[in-house]
């Protein structure tokens, strides 16, 4: 109860104050939307995992040449069936890569993007389809009837939800496919938009040595680590080079002093690339305007406390300690503190708006970007902080025996009046020849003159 009127006495007396108050509470909710929007950001790219069950166990599968200056070098399909035949640190490997293709038969013909996948890629993500099945390895291999996979949002936009869609055909590049499966709402495969999955269906009698134009996961086995993998993967290079003719024009030598390595990474590190460094970077100077904002704010605090010294002073006289008035200014700095949160929250959710309208090319994982509970905790925790920081500041500078010295305190015993010293008065005149040496001639009474001959002489 105490509280709930220390707040309407707070909000009375900084509504008594417009210009202080709003200019505290914009400067608060700019930097904090900043922060909250940047924070956002942070945690739907690098923060959030990826959205597959134990996204941990998943590694993308690249490499290193050195010997031809390659820092980054893709998987091909000779890599793919080595490592998926010899490997043993993997549950399964996987090869993608991403194409263009011609949808028909529907409306208007249209050009879609598409993932060619192989039959392991699906269930090593461990996502399951809405609707119908995904490959099998009867489907991956070269030669069985095509099929395809619909996105949820294809389906959804172009055959209209139907849960009947299972055996239909689609015409894709001129050729009929049947729909043998639907996936669930927000599946993606790192960050491409895909209206159709289709199987790579590669023929592993025509596979040679080179071919590095694919993307490639597996899923470690339990326990397994990046380390041991790459290990594993180093053991089985060599002998893909043994197990695959080389294309026209090259040799086995040639691969041998490109000095293939392995380079496996997490594969949320797929997604997000060099983007990471720089959100912390960037991060880190919001962080710094913030503080810069709050050392603003405390010197327009400072002024105000100044400015309520009187004030403080009367209020210890009548009773208040210390404590009572450090709390007051806490709060006071505190509510402060969450009003510019609370409109920080409105600023950044503009921001993050304006960010998905303006899809930036090189920003992944837009869409799970939003002011979610880790963003609002975000928001509170630091509207708070930023409040506690404003009120120690005055807090800690305001000193009650300085501000009110001379005042008699009233929370404890009375205390002792200031004794004063009286000046000492001069010494009395000489006697006059008539009068007793070393006695001071008597003072007439009031009201007397000192000539009147009424009085009579002494003696």
């Given amino acids: ?40 950001v942070l945690d739907g790219v690098l923060l959030k995992p990826l959205p597959y069950p134990h996204p941990e166990e998943l590694v993308g599968l690249w490499h290193t040449a050195p010997g031809v200056n390659i820092t980054d070098l893709n998987s091909a399909p000779f890599l793919y069936f080595t490592y998926r035949e010899e490997g043993r640190t993997f549950r399964d490997v996987g090869l993608w890569t991403e194409r263009a293709a011609s949808v028909t038969g529907l409306a208007e013909p249209e050009r879609v993007t598409v993932l060619r996948v192989t039959d392991g890629v699906l269930p090593l993500l461990g996502v399951p389809p809405l609707l119908g099945r995904v490959f099998s390895r009867q489907d991956d291999q070269a030669g069985s009837p095509p099929t395809v996979i619909l996105d949820h949002g294809y389906w959804q936009s172009k055959l209209g939800g139907d849960p009947g869609v299972l055996g239909r055909r689609l015409t894709i590049d001129g050729e009929a496919r049947e729909i043998i499966g639907v996936m669930p709402r927000g599946f993606r495969l790192l960050d491409v938009k895909s209206a159709l999955i289709l199987p790579l269906q ?57 000095r293939i390595a392995p380079r496996l990474r997490p594969f949320k590190q797929d997604l997000v690339g060099d983007v990471g460094s720089v959100l912390w970077v960037l991060m880190g100077t919001i962080v710094l305007v913030l503080l810069i904002a709050c050392a603003n704010v405390a010197n327009l605090l400072l002024v105000r406390v100044e400015g309520r010294q009187q004030e403080l002073a009367v209020r210890v006289a009548l009773g208040a300690n210390w404590g009572r008035i450090a709390r007051e200014l806490l709060l006071e700095s505190v509510t402060l503190g969450l009003a510019g949160g ?44 930023a409040g506690v920081l404003l009120g120690l500041i005055p807090v800690v500078k305001y000193d009650p025996r300085g501000e009110v010295r001379g005042a008699p305190r009233g929370d404890g015993p009375a205390q002792q009046q200031p004794v004063v010293e009286r000046e000492p008065r001069a010494a009395p005149r000489a006697q006059r020849a008539r009068g007793r040496p070393g006695r001071a001639r008597p003072r007439p009474a009031r009201g007397i003159r000192a000539h009147d001959p009424v009085l009579p002489r002494p003696a």
Avoid at 204 to 209: A, E, H, P, Q, T
Avoid at 358 to 372: Q, S, Y
């Fill in 1 to 40: 109860m105490a509280i709930s009127n220390e707040l309407r006495h707070i909000v009375r007396r900084l509504g008594r104050a417009p210009l202080f108050t709003s200019v505290t509470v914009a400067t608060l909710a700019i930097a904090i939307g900043a922060n909250t929007a940047i924070f956002s």
């Fill in 202 to 258: 590669l023929d592993r009698g025509k596979v040679l040595l080179g071919g590095f134009s694919h993307q490639s996961v597996a899923r470690l086995k339990p326990g397994a680590t990046i380390a041991q993998a790459n290990a594993d993967v180093a053991r089985m290079l060599p002998i893909s080079f043994d197990r695959f003719p080389s294309p026209p024009g090259f040799n086995k030598k040639m691969f041998e002093e490109a």
């Fill in 342 to 385: 609370i409109i920080g929250l409105g600023i950044a959710y503009g921001l993050l708006r304006l960010l998905v309208f303006l899809a930036p090319a090189n920003l992944p994982r837009l869409d799970a970007i939003a002011l979610d509970p880790a963003a609002l905790l975000f928001t509170l925790v630091t509207s708070v902080l």
